[in-house]
């Protein structure tokens, strides 16, 4: 034989070993007897970051400290709510530990709170998650062990009566048992948790808002967000990647009550750890996750842009806050994505663009400020909201804000042209350009006055009345175009 064959031959026999080995070691893995050497302090991180990976060769005493807190929080901009806390923020610190550990679990009440808690791990096998055995009362602390046997992806959260309550006001968090062998390596790794909000006010209403029983009963939230916030996006808290890394997304939904749909605009799901559990499922768009419940997702993203993180039950997402954005920059690349290539004027046989037909409406017919502003509300609901967001903030990178805007403030004649011309071209709106398409609004003078007078007087703009007159006249015009 030659060297070369021998090379060949004993780089199998080894490769083949390797293997076996590898099997074995799974196999014999038995994470109640891990022997446990030595102990360190959890590293916890605030959302969306993850901890580092464990890459320890044993299994430890992992010694975790989580403090409970209740502080007013922002859940959208100008909406406060009363936040009840694992660690100071929502959804709770992240906790990463390893199959096999054992995990000395103390949990602190500050004393500044007003009631107990206690805390729930769905990866505990033991009565209640270690419920009964964190009862904590403010100023107290509490501590259990269990051994973290089963590796997935698991909720943890409060379970003080009334359970659904402590769950409504922000008492949930992840807690990730990595498998013996560890994860595979990716570039990214993030953490999202959905969950709902209750509010006694409507959507949007500015001020702390109370918990609403009643509307959490009925199970119809007033919020549904990622991350505690509403369009959760804020720049030091962004999800990044970069045009060909791999991104995994430990996502949790606490509910309390609602199943997600979750789902990335722009992108598939090359692999998904379904229920957060050791089966993989591939080339998943949309995944199930329950309340209660969580998920792993992973996939390579291969050219730039933002992919919006959704629940894709969409009014949720677009009408109660259950967006996030994945901000990828990089190189483009055309073999995949080749972005718009054309847009002419599509003509169908017979002539001209039909309009949609549309059903006769009777409009009331407004004269002063105040008409004008509560019928133009109704059309803003109607209309405009979908994109521009009920309280006008809109959607950072998409739908540039009605709220304060100076492009609106400064002049409304383009304002009144983008609704019945429809608006297209680099705008910038507060210092932030856009440049989306706004397609014309089928709408009548009379209604296009009262939607724009609404908007002047409404969100800290500068007020005004628009008349069907000077609607008319700018319909008649050439549409502002930008630059
Ligand atoms: C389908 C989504 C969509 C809908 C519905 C929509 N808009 Fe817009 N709107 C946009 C986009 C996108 C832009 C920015 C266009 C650009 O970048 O040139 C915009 C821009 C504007 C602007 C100028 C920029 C600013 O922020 O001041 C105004 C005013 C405006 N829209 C008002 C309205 C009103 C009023 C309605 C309802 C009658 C409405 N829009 C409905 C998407 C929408
Ligand atoms: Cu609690």
Not at 124 to 151: D, I, K, M
Not at 176 to 197: I, N
Not at 323 to 347: H, P, S
Not at 394 to 423: C, K, M, Y
């Amino acid at each position: 034989m030659t060297n070369m064959r021998l090379l060949i031959r004993y780089g199998l026999v080894a490769g083949l070993m390797v293997i076996l080995m590898g099997c074995e070691s799974r196999k014999e893995f038995n994470p109640e007897e891990a022997e446990i050497i030595g102990e360190e302090v959890a590293v916890l991180t605030f959302p969306p970051h993850v901890p580092p990976p464990i890459d320890r060769d044993h299994a430890t005493k992992v010694i975790v400290n989580l403090e409970v807190t209740e502080e007013v929080m922002e859940l959208a901009d100008g909406v406060e709510y009363m936040m009840w806390t694992f660690g100071g923020s929502v959804p709770g610190q992240f906790m990463r530990v390893r199959e096999g550990d054992m995990v000395e679990f103390h949990l602190m009440n500050h004393p500044d709170n007003k009631l107990p808690h206690n805390i729930d791990l769905h990866a505990v096998n033991g009565p209640g998650g270690g419920a009964e055995s964190t009862f904590t009362v403010p100023g107290q602390e509490t501590v259990f062990t269990f051994r973290a046997l089963n590796p997935g992806l698991y909720i943890y959260h409060c379970a003080t009566a009334p359970i659904g309550m402590h769950v409504a006001n922000g008492m949930y968090g992840l807690i990730l048992v990595e498998p013996w062998e560890g994860l595979t390596p990716v570039d990214k790794e993030y953490y999202v948790m959905q969950s709902e909000f209750y509010t006694e006010g409507k959507h949007g209403e500015r001020g702390l808002q109370p918990f609403d029983m009643n509307s959490a009963i009925k199970e119809e939230p007033e919020y549904v967000v990622f991350n505690g916030y509403v369009n959760a996006s804020s720049t030091d808290e962004a999800i990044t990647a970069k045009a060909g890394e791999t991104v995994r997304l430990f996502v949790g939904n606490a509910g309390p009550n609602l199943t997600s749909s979750f789902h990335v605009i722009g992108e598939i799901f090359d692999r998904v750890y379904y229920e957060g559990g050791s089966r993989v499922q591939e080339n998943v768009q949309t995944t199930t996750i329950p309340a209660g419940g969580a998920t792993t997702v992973e996939f390579k993203v291969d050219v730039p842009g933002e992919y919006i993180l959704v629940d894709h039950a969409v009014f949720r997402a677009f009408n109660k806050g259950a967006m996030a954005t994945l901000t990828v920059t990089g190189e483009e690349d055309l073999n995949v994505f080749t972005g718009q290539q054309l847009k002419r004027v599509y003509q169908p046989e017979g002539g001209a663009i039909q309009e949609l037909p549309r059903e006769k409406r009777t409009i009331p017919s407004a004269s002063t400020v105040e008409e004008r502003v509560e019928y133009g509300q109704r059309i803003y609901a109607q209309v405009c909201q979908a994109c521009h967001m009920a309280d006008g903030s809109g959607i950072q990178g998409a739908f540039p804000p009605l709220a304060e805007s100076d492009f609106l403030n400064e002049h409304t004649d383009r304002s009144i042209s983008a609704v019945v011309h429809g608006l297209s071209g680099e705008i910038t709106v507060n210092g932030e350009t856009y440049n989306g398409v706004m397609p014309r609004q089928n709408l009548n003078n009379e209604e296009v006055a009262n939607v724009i007078t609404f908007i002047l007087n409404s969100f800290g703009n500068g007020g005004g009345l628009v008349t069907p007159d000077e609607v008319e006249q700018i319909r008649n015009q050439a549409p502002y175009t930008p630059g």
